[in-house]
């Protein structure tokens, strides 16, 4: 499994957009990346995964270059309730479901 | 749907006794997951199940620990005897064949004193 590098917090203020990115220079062929949000005291939540270039959904944008080594996450106009832990995953998906393997995440303040 | 459904919340115990964490998963999907959360080694898979036979059991700490799925609704998770430092958050989660995410359920808080 890809060994994922991301920062250990980030702040921001309400209406801002918040990039966060990680790092996964081993990641194989058959990886693919993933992003989870946690809240405090809650389980982690899907936020976006994609395989290669741009995937938007309502929540988020996934931004993952030519060579994959690296990936960003987007928040457009975050709000107080973004504040969260926010994880990156990557991992292979042919054995039916992805492995998750979470690291340190990061940490998002977003203040008003 | 309820989602992923696990009890108890929290459970506070004493060092030794057995507990029993349970989940019933999200009708319809065929992976369980458990993990468990602590402040120092992050979010964890400890076992997961695949149409309720385990497939993965790599990350059960001990032989103290053991899960068990009887049927596609239910699952538990046991830890016999518990011991302080088994203290966590831990979580069950389930997803569909192919699917590109797990529903984690909200959690249970064991803390053994």
């Known amino acids: 499994l890809a060994k994922t590098t991301q920062p250990i917090s980030m702040d921001s203020y309400e209406g801002q957009e918040v990039n966060i990115t990680c790092s996964h220079n081993?990641?194989?062929?058959?990886?693919?990346i993933t992003w989870y949000q946690q809240f405090p005291s809650q389980g982690p939540r899907f936020i976006i995964q994609?395989?290669?270039t741009k995937v938007t959904n309502e929540v988020a944008s996934l931004f993952i270059p030519a060579d994959r080594k690296s990936s960003t996450l987007s928040l457009p106009r975050v709000s107080l309730s973004d504040t969260a832990v926010y994880y990156c995953l990557v991992g292979e998906r042919n054995t039916g479901f992805q492995k998750l393997v979470f690291g340190t995440g990061t940490r998002l303040l977003v203040s008003p | 749907d309820a989602g992923v459904i696990q009890s108890p919340r929290h459970e506070v115990t004493e060092m030794g006794q057995e507990v029993t964490l349970r989940c019933k998963p999200i009708?319809?999907?065929?992976?369980l997951f458990w993990y468990r959360q602590t402040m120092m080694r992050g979010l964890e898979l400890l076992i997961y199940?695949?149409?309720?036979?385990?497939?993965?059991d790599s990350g059960m700490p001990e032989d103290r620990f053991s899960a068990k799925m009887p049927n596609a609704s239910f699952s538990t998770l046991k830890i016999q005897p518990s011991e302080p430092r088994d203290s966590a958050v831990y979580f069950c989660?389930?997803?569909?064949?192919?699917?590109?995410?797990?529903?984690f359920g909200p959690g249970t808080r064991l803390l053994v004193l």
């Open positions: 009708s319809g999907h065929d992976y």
């Open positions: 081993n990641i194989a062929t058959n990886d693919y």
């Open positions: 199940f695949n149409n309720n036979v385990p497939i993965d």
């Open positions: 989660a389930s997803s569909i064949q192919g699917a590109e995410t797990q529903y």
């Open positions: 994609g395989y290669k």
